[in-house]
Each structure stands twice: as C-alpha cells, then as structure tokens.
C-alpha cells in the first residue's frame, strides 16, 4: 500500500493530529508528519504485537518528535556558541569601573535600564538600542566597557576582529562578515563586538574596490540585523572615528555612539584598587600614586602593576622573605612608564566628542 498517495489534504492532516494529540501544527508540517506516523504505528504495533492503534500511535511519535526537535535547538545553539567562541563574563567586571566614569552612566540609563526594565520601557514607548559604537584614544577601555555591559546583562560575549574576518584573505571578509552575522542572529542575549571598527567600515572616499565592497557590505548588515526579532546587540569600537564611513555615523543605523575617553581620579583610584587587591601589598599610598598618573588609561594602570609585580616576585625569590608592595616600588615604576595619553590626544578626542558623540 503507497502510503503516502492517499495521504489526506494538509488542512485534515493538522485536523487529526490537534483531534489525536491536542497538539496543533500548520499544515505544510502535518502533512509531513502524516506518513511518518503512519509508519510509525506500524513500527509500534510491531513490536506490541497487537495493534496500536492510530491515536496511541500518534500521541507516542510527536512526543518524540518534540523532544527530538528540542534537542536538536540546543545541540544547534551550542554548536554555534562554540565556533563563535562565546564567553560568559563574571557580573563583577561591570564593578570595576567607576561610578563617575560618564560611559558608565550612558550604558546605565540607555542600554541596561531599558534592557532590564522591559515593561516600564514599553510603558513609555522606549526602544531598547541594538547598534552601538564606542570610540575614543587607544587603551580607554572601550572592550572592557562592552564586556561589563555583557556581564552585567548576563549575555554572552562574542567577539569578532578584522583578522579575524580576513583570515582566508582581504577579499572574503565581506562574506565573512555575512556568515558572522547570520550566525549571531541565531543567537539570543548576545552581545556582538566588532574591535577596530575602521579596518571594515572605513570610509569609502578614494577607497580601494576591495574596501568600498567590505563597507558596503557592513552597511546592508546594520538594518538586517536591526530588524531581527530578539535580545542582542552589536557594539563596535573604534580609535578613529573620523575613518569611519559617513553613511554609518548618521542617524538610523547605530543607536548610540559612546566616547570613551580618560579617566578622572575616582576612574583612576577603582582600577588601581582592583588590581592592587589582587596583590601581596602593604602600606601603599593610594591616593599619592592614583595623584601621579593623570594621562594614565586603563592599560597603562595594567602595565603598571604587571611591572611592580614582576619585581616584587624576582625580590622575594632572591632574598628569600616575604616582599609586600609599597608606595615607594611604585614611585619607583612610575618613573619608567610613558602615559598612553597626552594633552594633544586629549584635545582632539573632546573635537571628536562634541562632532560625534550621540546618546
């Protein structure tokens, strides 16, 4: 007997499966289960040895197929986390910056209350973004700022660079870029960064073909991935925003554009805290040193104690006793790093900041 041939309409197929199962399906899928049910009511008979009968048959193989579909999804969004190299950040990094840091306060009020309050946001008619760029001097702290704000949200992070997207060469970066975009669509609670931004969406003024195509492909990506249901958001970042393609700095395709630029003494004394509590440290004038270090970034404060460290550890192993951290090993240190920033770098970020900046 063919089966399949004198299968019933798809509209009845959805009929028999919602009387049977209570379960209800649109048709083009009911009339692709049909069959299979049916072959599965003589496998089940089979093995009973009696009949099963065609409800019993059916309640068994949807309940399967469900648990099997299921699976399927998480087996998917693993497999897919994997190859993206998601990572879930600790909540406490968010801690780690200042409170008066003004970043800070814009990623608080506009992307994590908005995120977090979901009804009080849809009261006041208030759309969460999905597209943001942080810009600002090398070594601000633009990644850590996108990784607190994954950790604070409980999303995954999932970073992708343009050596990344250039690995099998310049010219297929823009389908790269596609495949990457895709994928994280499949993804919900992610947060997508990009890093040096530049490198594929610079301006397409005397550009290359190669370039024009990469940008011209990151700019058919933005309203796609803006208009995909669900909770994710691309960040990208920055040290030239001035390099960026004008097309993306207008409004409509990134919601918020974010300076990231030095830190002030209470910036500063946080870091200097965090990493000092990590430390064998005794008597050390915190705010003397955190006082020295005006121009200093986030990465310079890192550098600094991976300097102080690396000497306390070669003193305490040469002369044998306990060696504690003090103010003088860091006045010392000092002394033998440059600042990442200057006055003049500073200068030209505040232009950037007024022409730019958009929250």
Known sequence: MDIVANLPAAEE?????????????????????WPKILQHKWILSEK??????????????????????????????????????????????????SESQPPKQIIEKRVILPLTEIELAEKHGVIPPKTIIFFGPPGTGKTHFVKATAGVLGWWFIEASPSDLMADGQDRLGKNLRHLM???????????????????????????????????????????????????????ATNYIRDLDAALLRPGRFDLIIPVGGLDTQGRKTIFDFYLAKTNAGEVDVDKIVGLTPLFTPADIEYLFQKVTQKAFELEHKGGTDYRLTTEIFLETLLEIKPSLTEEILAGFEKDLREFSRH
Do not use: H
């Open 13 to 33: 197929c959805a009929s028999k499966i919602f009387r049977y199962t209570g379960q209800k399906y649109e048709p083009e899928i009911a009339e692709e289960f």
């Open 48 to 97: 009973l040895g009696r009949d099963a009968g065609i409800k019993v048959a059916c309640l068994d193989y949807i309940e399967n197929v469900d648990m099997i579909t299921e699976k399927q999804i998480d087996e998917d969004k693993t497999l897919t986390l994997r190859e993206l190299g998601a990572q879930l950040v600790d909540r406490a990094v968010w801690d780690t910056i």
């Open 182 to 236: 895709e994928k994280a669509g499949r993804i919900e609670d992610a947060v997508i960064f990009i890093d040096e931004f530049e490198e594929i969406a610079g301006t397409r003024d005397q550009a290359s073909r190669i370039d024009k195509s990469i940008t011209n492909e990151f700019l058919k990506q933005v309203p796609v991935f803006k208009r995909q249901p669900g909770k994710r958001l691309l960040v990208c």
